[in-house]
């Protein structure tokens, strides 16, 4: 089955700076990847997504690029705010379209 | 509306308790998902149904017991359950099992004495 891994397990900077989290996957079938952010005592919540067939996807503050060759892909969060601070978790989905998720990066911006 | 909801938010059951979850949807998804997820860990898949049909089941014990009695709702009936099932229960819907975005619940928060 698919094995996702996920780096940083924690994470720190200063409010204004950017996190960049990175995760690898080991199926070449996983063709789509989300990362979902969660703060304390609540679901995930999805923040942004990429399919295989795109290289790179942004959106305002938060892009996502993924290098299907060497199988990785990663958030990059700019211009950091106290509210960016939650636990982020990145998953990969395989052709039999289920989720596999990465360990989960807690991240904390520090004002 | 991308609104999963959930209910209750806590549980707390002894191990010779019935109980149930409950999960409801009114995005005309057709694919919901049972997720366990312990503390400090990612969400682990128990469930997928599709069209109200039990489609996948992670070799979860018996003592959880999905139903789907239509569309937007979806129930998951506990039984003699153990210390170690005490975890947050998520729930997801997407529009389809082949469509990108899963949207979770806030989650019911299961503590079993």
């Known amino acids: 089955g698919e094995n996702v891994e996920q780096h940083p397990s924690t994470l720190s900077v200063q409010e204004g700076d950017s996190a960049v989290i990175k995760c690898t996957y080991s199926d070449s079938a996983s063709n789509y990847f989300p990362w979902y952010k969660q703060e304390l005592g609540k679901g995930p919540q999805l923040i942004i997504d990429i399919r295989s067939n795109v290289g790179e996807k942004k959106d305002q503050r938060i892009a996502v690029t993924l290098n299907k060759t060497a199988k990785h892909f990663s958030l990059h969060i700019t211009e950091t705010q106290p509210e960016d601070s939650a636990v982020y978790f990145c998953a990969a989905e395989t052709g039999a379209n289920n989720l596999f998720f990465g360990t989960g990066t807690r991240l904390t911006v520090i004002p | 509306d991308t609104e999963v909801t959930q209910t209750p938010k806590h549980l707390v059951m002894g191990m010779t308790n019935k109980k149930s979850l409950k999960c409801e949807q009114h995005m005309g998804h057709r694919a919901m998902y049972w997720y366990k997820q312990k503390a400090k860990k990612p969400p682990e898949l128990m469930f997928v149904?599709?069209?109200?049909?039990?489609?996948i089941n992670e070799s979860v014990p018996s003592r959880f017991s999905p139903e789907c009695p239509n569309s937007s709702l979806l129930n998951l009936h506990l039984h003699a359950l153990q210390p170690e099932d005490s975890a947050l229960y998520l729930c997801a819907s997407r529009f389809e099992v082949s469509t990108d975005t899963q949207y979770f619940g806030p989650g019911t928060r299961l503590t079993v004495l």
């Open positions: 149904y599709s069209y109200e049909k039990l489609s």
